[in-house]
């Protein structure tokens, strides 16, 4: 790249920053300024075993959380760390029909659910401890008081025992995060950007995923 062609760069950088509003743009900037940034849906459409579509989530940034509506639910995700978040995956958004496997998501603060009707009525409201190898030590889900706590690890950093039950994972070419998650009788696939692409656990759904955002250190 030409230095004439970075000055003409450097005034967006003083107005743009990663809301996901031009991705490509936001990771040229990102890379000059030496940031971290993890790329996440902007809508997931959620098709059933026949490929009919039963859910949409349209999802945004603001600052350091990721906030998907569908299916009467607004979660939000909320970053502590994009260099841990880059280790785990994106889990689809846990609206009514209970999709996700939280300890495989990283670097993250909180992860709280209410109903889109009544903001009132919060359906989980987690929040995560990390140790310095970005590995998940604790979820307390403030809405019952309930702390799970994390301790096994596969050489990935991922827990081996989810609240009780055996944890794999299965690992693509490049083999730091999972293609393929398996508890108890549910299964949940990753595509190479680690965002949730199918879930069996019974029943069989795909995850289509269209749209970019970016959060950034």
Known sequence: MKIYALGLLL???IFTNCDGSSDDQNAVLAL?????????????????S???PIVDF????????????????????T??????????????????????????????FRNKSVSASDQTNILY????????????VSA?????????????YDSNGFPLDVDGVSATYSYGPEGKRPGNITVGGTSILFDSKGWAIGLEDGDSYGFVN?????ICD
């Open 32 to 48: 000059l300024l030496n940031k971290k940034c993890i790329s996440l849906p902007k809508d997931i459409t959620v098709l059933d």
């Open 125 to 136: 409201d987690f929040t995560y401890t990390y140790d310095f190898s970005h590995r998940l």
């Open 79 to 108: 970053y502590s760390s994009i260099e841990g978040a880059l280790l785990g995956v994106v889990n689809p958004p846990a609206g009514n029909q209970g999709f996700g496997f939280f300890p495989s998501q990283r670097g993250l």
């Open 140 to 152: 307390f889900n403030a809405t019952n008081s309930n702390d799970r706590v994390y301790g096994d």
């Open 58 to 77: 349209d999802c945004s940034v603001s600052g350091k959380a990721y906030i998907c509506s569908g299916d009467n639910v607004i979660q939000t995700r």
């Open 11 to 13: 005034p967006l950088i």
């Open 210 to 214: 269209t749209g970019s955002l970016q």
């Open 50 to 52: 026949g490929g009919n």
